[in-house]
């Protein structure tokens, strides 16, 4: 009880109708790059939090995009609809890329309304390198981000165009399928291997690229989004011949091609700005929580969050969340339709579980210069990882790992109760797609 008491002086209370955010945004102060995770891709109010938190950074402090656990193409879609540069009239049309399973993780009401209203804040912004802009910076769009680059050089120049299909038609026999080309690239001969054809590719590109920019005219955007294909594609390809050859870990390849992307955005941005850009990142808790904090730094993995933290150091805060029980959109398994299925309440010896205990519905912890409160909770103990797949029955194995929060994050918000994310298309039946090698129903 003694224990639990001192925890509660360093608890900043927030009402669900009235967030005081203050003491967040001084907590942030200047920092460039502002991480704000999930506990579950399914959560209504992390989603609703994150928007909140989102529209105050940019407001408030003039942050300049927001980069998703999303892919490239897709992303990119939305971030001509928010800059008014789209044919899509409206919000629902510009989320339609999100199509591969989870769809419901983007195409959903919280992030609807987000972009209604970053449209609305665009709207009044005169300068068009002030636009907000809205990135992703996942890699598994290898298939859809090749018929990009190679419609973009037809527009330019048809040689380029040309070589490019050329290298990119070693994928001809997998049928678009990435899984497939992962596994016989990585067990079979170099006759399956297209990976001598992206770095080629992606080599031009860079050689080139003054010259290419130069035929697009103008369109430096338009110019940056094919370089960010190419170089995912280049990305990409290693990640599925990874998934199968057990040389090393993919999950590493995955997040050290975010931190690449967030760092080419950022570099393109402060360019066209002519100051540092300000950049907002959204992805899930085991993304963007420091690895070296957790359960995962024992098996080798990295992630975003420790990425960031080598590369920009204190430029960077990150913000976690957390969830005791209610309910979440999630699936059975990979593939299957979504579901609004009750969460368990938090373990015991878990962080969700000491959090209740509190007794505040919804509360703020800031761990950053604040040594009292890293002295007093608890530095190892078990924390939530709902990912796209939910699994009550198996719970601990599944969705559990041991951390330290207090490294992991500068600060949490702790939601007691939450209900389930609306997706745009209520529980409608997906699609089912083979499983990448990392997705999230256990780390």
């Keep these: 009880m003694h224990e639990l008491n001192q925890l509660r002086q360093y608890a900043i209370p927030l009402k669900a109708d009235k967030a005081n955010y203050e ?33 105050k950074l940019i407001q408030e402090k003039g942050f300049n995009a927001i980069v998703i656990e999303g892919d490239w193409p897709d992303s990119y879609r939305v971030n001509d609809f928010v800059k ?12 339609g890329g999100f199509q591969r399973f ?37 890699l598994y769009s290898l298939f859809i981000s090749m018929d990009i680059v190679l419609e973009y050089l037809k527009k330019v120049d048809p040689v380029l165009a040309e070589r490019a299909k050329k290298r990119y038609a070693c994928f001809d026999h997998y049928n678009k399928d990435s ?21 080629e590719q992606m080599n031009e590109f ?15 955007d338009e110019f940056f989004s094919a370089m960010q294909n190419t170089r995912l594609i280049k990305n990409a390809e290693e990640y599925y011949r990874a998934m199968f050859s057990g040389k090393f870990s993919s999950w590493n390849l995955r997040d050290q091609h975010m931190v690449e992307t967030i760092a080419e955005i950022d570099r393109h941005l ?43 150091a204190s430029e960077v805060y ?45 509360f703020l912890y800031i761990f950053k210069d604040n040594p009292q409160l890293r002295a007093v909770l608890p530095s190892k103990l078990l924390e939530r990882a ?36 609306k997706p745009l298309e209520k529980y409608a039946p997906i699609p089912k797609e083979d499983a990448p090698e990392t997705f999230p129903s256990g780390l």
Excluded at 182 to 199: F, K, N
Aim: net charge neutral; with cysteine.
């Design 318 to 362: 990150s913000l976690g969340f957390t969830t005791y029980q209610g309910y979440v959109t999630a699936a059975a398994e990979w593939g299957a339709s979504a579901e609004r299925k009750s969460i368990n309440p938090g373990l015991e010896g878990s962080y969700e579980k000491l959090f209740h205990q509190l007794g505040f519905e919804r």
């Design 23 to 55: 003491p967040l945004m001084s907590s942030i102060g200047d920092c460039r790059f502002v991480l704000l995770g999930e506990a579950s891709h399914g959560t209504a109010e992390f989603y609703r939090e994150r928007c909140l938190i989102s529209k």
């Design 84 to 95: 008014g540069q789209s044919s899509d009239p409206d919000a629902y049309a510009a989320l």
């Design 386 to 421: 709902i990912g796209v797949v939910y699994l009550p029955q198996s719970e601990r194995n599944s969705h559990y790992f041991y951390a330290n929060m207090t490294n992991q994050f500068d600060a949490v918000l702790h939601i007691d109760t939450t209900e389930a994310l």
């Design 102 to 138: 989870p769809a419901w993780m983007w195409r959903n009401d919280e992030v609807f309304e987000f972009l209604n209203w970053l449209k609305v804040f665009n709207g009044r912004v005169n300068v068009a390198s002030k636009l907000i802009g809205f990135y992703g910076m996942d």
């Design 270 to 312: 402060s360019k066209n700005l002519g100051v540092p850009a300000k950049i907002i990142v959204w992805a899930h808790n085991s993304h963007l929580g420091d690895a070296r904090a957790t359960q995962q730094s024992l098996s080798g993995e990295l992630n975003v969050g420790q990425l960031m933290r080598q590369k920009y």
């Design 179 to 199: 899984q497939l080309y992962g596994y016989l690239a990585s067990y079979g001969e170099r006759l399956h291997s297209c990976e001598q054809e992206v770095v």
């Design 206 to 220: 860079l050689k080139m690229k003054e010259y290419i920019r130069a035929l697009g005219s103008t369109k430096k």
